[in-house]
């Protein structure tokens, strides 16, 4: 009974440096997400995929890239983090985009930018 | 581009008091409004869904409503207790995209 299960839970990150945030989800859901979290402005969506090979971009998608080559897996990959990423990500998914069906969320990685 | 407001950002109340938190959105042609439940540190969790041909979900003590002519939406906690302090907030699901609201957080007072 995992659910939606991201790694890592805390990261402190140098600015410059990349990494990658991992999300893996164990109920063969097609649609996945990725939020961020910060402080009196509610979540915003960064990406978004639909299906194996298939991404998209959400509200805020500049400095992060991602890939859906299966369709448990979606991770979200900072390529030069900046001290503006700091924040509070989730990553979240649902059976599909039917408009009866809930979403999912991971617990959510805290990343510090200095 | 999509807009939700929660009000009020925070409230209080004594233990048993009916709560109503309220969600408003600007654009009507969505597909599902969802309220979510996030504890300290912790996920979202989904409390109802309410779709866009719907006007009220229940749950328990828990009932929303969806008003989407005039883009709002309002969450009922009947006789609250300590355990529903936590901060709800709501989302509007426009395709395959959420927006959400900055959320209300409540405190129930034993």
């Known amino acids: 009974n995992a659910g939606v299960t991201q790694t890592p839970k805390f990261q402190v990150l140098k600015t410059g440096q990349s990494m990658t945030l991992q999300c893996a989800q164990d109920?063969?859901?097609?649609?996945m997400s990725w939020y961020r979290q910060d402080p009196g402005m509610g979540l915003r969506l960064i990406h978004y995929?639909?299906?194996?090979?298939?991404?998209d971009q959400g509200e805020v998608p500049n400095g992060y890239n991602v890939s859906r080559s299966t369709t448990e897996d979606f991770p979200l990959r900072l390529l030069s983090a900046a001290p503006s990423q700091t924040s509070v990500y989730f990553c979240?998914?649902?059976?599909?985009?039917?408009?009866?069906?809930?979403?999912?969320f991971g617990s959510g990685t805290q990343l510090s930018v200095l | 581009k999509q807009e939700v407001t929660q009000i009020p950002a925070a409230l209080s109340v004594p233990e048993g008091e009916n709560l109503v938190l309220n969600c408003s959105f600007t654009?009507?042609?969505?597909?599902?409004l969802q309220w979510f439940r996030q504890d300290p540190g912790k996920g979202l969790t989904s409390l109802l869904l309410?779709?866009?041909?719907?006007r009220e979900q229940t749950s328990g003590r828990l009932n929303a409503s969806l008003d989407k002519s005039s883009g709002r939406s309002t969450l009922y906690i009947a006789a609250s207790q300590p355990g529903d302090s936590a901060t709800y907030l709501c989302?509007?699901?426009?395709?395959?995209?959420?927006?959400f609201g900055a959320g209300t957080t409540v405190t129930v007072r034993a």
């Open positions: 995929s639909v299906g194996a090979g298939i991404t």
């Open positions: 654009d009507s042609a969505i597909y599902n």
């Open positions: 309410i779709q866009s041909s719907q």
């Open positions: 989302a509007v699901r426009d395709d395959y995209k959420l927006s």
């Open positions: 979240a998914s649902s059976l599909g985009g039917m408009s009866n069906e809930k979403l999912f």
């Open positions: 109920m063969n859901h097609e649609y």
